[in-house]
C-alpha cells in the first residue's frame, strides 16, 4: 500500500533550520504531485508548499516565502522541505501529501490523496 513516511523534525530556537523529508512508497512517486501541509493545535490545517511532479512548479504559501523551499528527489522517492530562519509561528506538525491528478487549487487539503503521519517542529523565541 502506498505510504509516505515524513522525518526530520524537532525543537529548535527562532531563527535556527531544519530540513523534513518524506520517502515515498508503494506508488509511482514521479507521477505525483506532492505538498507540504502544516496542522498547529487548536488550528486547521494549513498548506506551505507545493512541487508539481516535473517539478516545473513549486508555490509557497505567503508565511513561509523566502524561508522555505521545497525540491524533490524522484530516485529516491523523497519531497524535502528546508526551513530557514524559523520563527515560533512555524511550530505545527507536518505533512507531506500527494496527488496524482492535476489540481488547480493545491491549498486544498482535499484534493491529496494520500498522506504521511506528520512530524513535529517546535520553535522557541
Known amino acids: 500500500q502506498v505510504q509516505l513516511v515524513e522525518s526530520g523534525g524537532g525543537s529548535v530556537q527562532a531563527g535556527d533550520s531544519l530540513r523534513l523529508s518524506c520517502v515515498g512508497s508503494g506508488l509511482t512517486f514521479s507521477r505525483y504531485h506532492l505538498g507540504w501541509f502544516r496542522q498547529a493545535p487548536g488550528k486547521e490545517r494549513e498548506f506551505v508548499a507545493y512541487?508539481?511532479?516535473?517539478?516545473?512548479?513549486?508555490e509557497t504559501t505567503d508565511s513561509v516565502k523566502g524561508r522555505f523551499t521545497i525540491s524533490r528527489d524522484n530516485a529516491k522517492n523523497t519531497v524535502n522541505l528546508q526551513m530557514n530562519s524559523l520563527k515560533p509561528e512555524d511550530t505545527a506538525r507536518y505533512y507531506c501529501?500527494?496527488?496524482?491528478?492535476?489540481?488547480?487549487?493545491?491549498?486544498?487539503?482535499?484534493?491529496?490523496?494520500?498522506w504521511g503521519q506528520g512530524t513535529q517542529v517546535s520553535v522557541s523565541s
Open positions: 501529501a500527494a496527488t496524482v491528478r492535476f489540481i488547480p487549487n493545491k491549498a486544498l487539503a482535499t484534493m491529496y490523496d494520500y
Open positions: 512541487i508539481s511532479r516535473n517539478e516545473g512548479i513549486t
